[in-house]
């Protein structure tokens, strides 16, 4: 039965700073604003976990196995900022790949949901591009666009609305929690 709310968190431009194809866990940083929502968030009773398209392994850019360094380091982090990460999801496909898992499709938020136990409308997911907004919004949450430029297609659909744009992840946590907590 879900009972728990999850936060799924996009990886690349919204929880951590946008290094294009990067699996070296010493470049790994959380963007500035992460550790406060993400305590925010936590210590409102959701579970964090972070729901990632990673087209490099697809692509030979970097091995699958890399990603576990990557999961590691994001761990690390969320720790640090006493916020732990429940759960790491990736799609390894590319955009030619008729997987469900790759977003915008809405299969790794599917998936993320179902092992952490979650209610699709209690859970949210945070992304800086529309095609995470329709994720979520198609797995049955509610979706933040995070407005940090990363958008660059503005395609239109009924999916791809967002419940909210924000400007910052402390925005959005604000925002998620007084709508509310877990």
Not at 23 to 49: K, Q
Not at 113 to 139: C, F, H, K, Y
Request: aromatic share 4%; net charge negative.
């Amino acid at each position: 039965m879900a009972v728990s709310a999850v936060i799924c968190l996009d990886k690349d431009g919204t929880l951590i700073e946008d290094v294009p194809d990067n699996v070296d866990p010493r470049l790994i940083r959380l963007r500035s604003d992460a550790p406060r929502a993400l305590r925010r968030l936590h210590r409102s009773g959701f579970r964090l976990v972070v729901v990632t398209n990673q087209p490099g392994v697809a692509r030979g850019t970097f091995a699958e196995e890399a990603l576990a360094g990557v999961e590691e380091r994001l761990r690390e982090l969320c720790a640090r900022a006493d916020a732990p990460l429940a759960g790491f999801y990736y799609c390894p496909h590319d955009a030619a790949a008729a997987c469900d898992c790759r977003k915008p499709r809405p299969g790794l938020v599917h998936r993320a949901l179902r092992e952490q136990a979650a209610n699709p409308a209690r859970s949210w997911l945070i992304g800086d591009i529309l095609d995470d907004v329709e994720a979520g919004t198609r797995a049955g949450c509610r979706s933040l666009l995070l407005d940090v430029g990363n958008e660059t297609e503005w395609s239109d659909g009924p999916h791809r609305r967002p419940y909210a744009t924000v400007s910052s992840l402390v925005e959005a946590a604000e925002l998620i929690v007084g709508e509310g907590s877990a």
